[in-house]
């Protein structure tokens, strides 16, 4: 079964620290993933897109890596600010059909406090 | 920033009313989508669509329809609204694929619209 899973599924950290989330997927075939910001009340925005060959993308400060071996990806944020605070969102694409469905993980919730 | 907006933001309506919200790109995007959006959770497409004319249905089971009559506009109805279909509604377009079966386009999310059926 196609899934992608995320962790924590809540963070909170200080603002100017460091932080590492974690997506776990199982799809297959696989095209891309992405790592999308949505803030509350808002709908998600694109940070990075990774294909198969990619291991490394940075935006700024956030910088993602892809295991496509172990089917994992993390998101790292650097001097985090309190307007990192939101969901962040793992997509999976598989290449299965013209579409490119896409898979979504839950979310990892960062609250970045002052 | 995405050219693509959705309206109302916000409804509270009555069981049985029948609603339309509204989604418009100005991106000249062939593809859009709508998604369902509980809280913490997962993103479900429950409609999309190729270009006018063409819509689908997605993975999550929905009792709306919608309709592409215009490239720019992509708007969800509901016939008779109950309160399980509370939610967030979430309007995305994207440009058409490469093709091959690979997909790379990324797709541009509207605000969304937070539908609360009393």
């Known amino acids: 079964k196609n899934q992608v899973e995320q962790s924590p599924q809540s963070l909170i950290i200080l603002e100017g620290k460091n932080c590492t989330l974690q997506?776990?997927?199982?799809?297959?075939?696989?095209?891309?993933l992405r790592w999308y910001k949505q803030d509350t009340g808002r709908g998600p925005v694109s940070l990075t897109i990774?294909?198969?060959?990619?291991n490394t993308k940075s935006n700024g400060r956030y910088t993602a890596t892809l295991d496509a071996d172990t089917k994992q990806s993390s998101l790292h944020i650097t001097a985090s600010q309190l307007s990192d605070s939101a969901s962040y969102i793992c997509v999976v694409s598989d290449r299965g059909s013209t579409l490119g469905r896409l898979y979504f993980g839950r979310g990892t919730q960062l609250t970045v406090w002052p | 920033e995405a050219d693509i907006y959705q309206t109302p933001r916000y409804l509270v309506i009555g069981t049985g009313k029948k609603i339309t919200l509204e989604c418009s790109q100005t991106m000249g995007h062939d593809k859009m989508y709508w998604y369902q959006q509980d809280p913490g959770m997962e993103l479900h497409l429950i409609h999309y669509s190729y270009g006018v004319n063409s819509t689908e249905k997605g993975d999550l089971s929905s009792e709306s329809t919608v309709s592409r009559i215009r490239t720019e506009h992509f708007p969800l109805t509901l016939e008779s609204a109950r309160p399980s279909h509370t939610s967030q509604y979430l309007c995305?377009?994207?440009?058409?694929?490469?093709?091959?079966?690979?997909?790379?386009?990324?797709?541009?999310f509207g605000p969304g619209t937070r539908l609360t059926v009393l």
């Open positions: 997506c776990n997927y199982t799809v297959s075939p696989f095209s891309n």
């Open positions: 990774m294909t198969f060959s990619e």
């Open positions: 995305a377009s994207s440009e058409a694929g490469t093709g091959g079966g690979k997909n790379t386009d990324t797709q541009y």
